[in-house]
């Protein structure tokens, strides 16, 4: 049977996190892909509400406290190094548990087109 | 390049939205480099055990449906699909843990970890315990001098072991080994054979006869000193806790001895051999096999005794002793509740309440096919419908 083993480093060890969740799909506009790409700005209104401002779109959202709190795992799966002499793996696939996530921000109404002033002419 | 405030503040500007409306604090995200992660959705309980450092552990065949098991908890594990975009940030703050900052920054830059567009959902299970028992069958304990135990051949389990192949909690499996009387012989875990344990209960039952001790204060130390030359002193100890209750007094180690348990095992060691019996008959066998001083009672019948060596339930060879002549014949309504697969075949059980005066609350009749073969008890009854016992 397989056991794999989901650790946690404990309270000390264990940041937490927000969930952002958004509604369709993000594409990276040029195709060197997301990595490293500015996804947008995060501001709270006075009252506390989320607004993401994406590109060309404002979305506004609400801050949930998760009933259920989420805990982010990372696989650790076994390295070539973790060999024995007989170079049998002696790692075996494992879960690190990176942080918890209390909360989440969701944003689910249509996004708002921002239409940027027409410059006048001088 | 990290973005500046006065950038944001461009973009707020483009975006018509008032500075004034907002809390100071702007976040900016950006994408890191990218990691997999996956998302696990947790009970409270669960984020508890988290933080206090315990781990988990998923166990499962390839073919089987994968279970996560904390310390003491079994759940079944699926993924869950969802049509959003799942982002995991860290370091971005809500508004009240800003509200908390003596000096929140005016720009915070947040990158995000990865993403995600499903999660593992959790939904707590029974714990797979069947298969402990059948595993811990196959070779049962007869005693040191057996020929069994010269046989290297024969599959033993150690604690480690036992968490390898079942799907189940640590704590889950030890309880269910308290259950099954298991004893750990040479770190090996082992169920005894119903005779050896009868064997042992009985020397420990005519020693309090011989000695004249109470029930209630039997002492540790005599009857390993007394019964040691007959069987290993660990095996004595085992059938005291088994069948009794540990206490210290004044420094000496005594067991108090259940009658319930004793009675219940002298029943099942009658009905082992019994062709036939009707009840009257059996219930004077019965006490009259009792260690004097303990009455016997149908209510100490009442959990099953599931311990048998061709795996029936030996609720069903009580009850078929129990059969009551004045049950047969009488119109009685069937429900069919459950399809049982058991050692007599398919059999259907039917649940209605027994006839007046047979027992003092409602029962449960398993029928085969429309033989009315035995009845169930009501607490059998329960417990099958909690799918915990294999009938």
Sequence with gaps: ?122 | MSRTRAEVDATLQAAKLRASELLPTALSLRFGPGAQCCLLELEPALCRSLEAGHSLVIRGEKDEQAVLCSGDKTYELKVADTSNLLLCVPGCKTPEQLAREAEPPDLIHAEIFGFANNYWELRRCRPKLQKLRRLLMKNTYEGPDSPKEMDSNRTTYTTEDLLDVIQASKEEIMSHLQILNACEIGGYWRVLEFDYEMKLLNHVTQLVDSESWSFSKVPLSVCLQELGPLEPEEMIEHCLKCYGRKYVDEGEVYFELSADKICRATAQMLLQNAVKFNLAEFQAVWQQSVPEGMVTSLDQLKRPLWREADHRCLTHEILTVLRAKWCEGVQLPKTPVLEQQSAWGRGFAFLFPAPEGLFSSAHWYCAKKDRIKCFLLSDVRAAVSRNSFCI
Excluded at chain 1, 53 to 67: A, D, F, Q, R, T
Aim: glycine content about 10%; charged content about 20%; aromatic content about 6%.
């Design chain 1, 1 to 122: 049977m397989v056991q794999i083993v989901i650790s946690s480093a404990g309270a000390e060890g264990l940041a937490e996190w927000v969930l952002m969740e958004l509604q369709g799909e993000i594409e990276a506009r040029y195709s060197t892909g997301l990595a490293g790409n500015l996804l947008g700005d995060l501001h709270y209104t006075t009252e506390g509400i989320p607004v993401l401002i994406v590109g060309h779109h404002i979305l506004y959202g609400k801050i949930i406290h998760l009933e259920k709190p989420f805990a982010v795992l990372v696989k650790h799966t076994p390295e070539e190094q973790d060999c024995d002499e007989l170079g049998h793996e002696t790692g075996t696939t494992r879960y690190l548990v990176t942080a918890l996530i209390k909360d989440k921000i969701l944003f689910k109404t249509r996004p708002k087109p921002i239409i940027t002033n027409v410059p006048k002419k001088v």
